[in-house]
């Protein structure tokens, strides 16, 4: 982000902080909804699934490609439990699909690598299928 825009944003944080009690007192008994200003600074620092993780290359500790980021399984929790990574295929046809622990994911220069990987040993673990 921009300096210039951190400070906007800082701004903004700091006009929200200021109007979240009279929101809060304007209607009895409901949630909130939106993040709070005390949390905000955590979303700013965060990552942006579709800009910094969906369609990332995968890399092993080589420098070998192995797949792709293709989605992100979020519990109802609301936890990120496991990446779904494409592996093979031409184009996406014929893409072999895996659900890799996030755990196992490590950044790296604006690419994933999970060690130990091969692309044989991608194509060897089950094919991950969404539920209807």
Do not use: C
């Amino acid at each position: 982000m921009k300096p210039s825009a951190l400070g906007s944003v800082t701004l903004l944080v700091a006009l929200l902080g200021a109007a979240t009690p009279a929101a809060h007192a304007q209607v009895a008994g409901t949630t909130s909804i939106g993040v709070a200003p005390a949390d905000y600074q955590v979303v700013l620092l965060g990552w942006s699934a579709r800009k910094q993780i969906i369609g990332h290359d995968v890399y092993n500790e080589s420098g070998e490609k192995v797949g792709k980021v293709e989605d992100l399984i979020v519990t109802p929790e609301s936890a990120v439990s496991a990446a779904i990574l494409g592996a093979g295929g031409f184009v996406g046809l014929k893409r072999h699909h895996v659900a890799v622990p996030v755990t196992q994911l490590f950044a790296r220069a604006g690419d994933f690598v999970l060690p130990g990987a091969t692309k044989a040993a991608i194509k060897s673990l089950p094919p991950f299928q969404y539920e209807d």
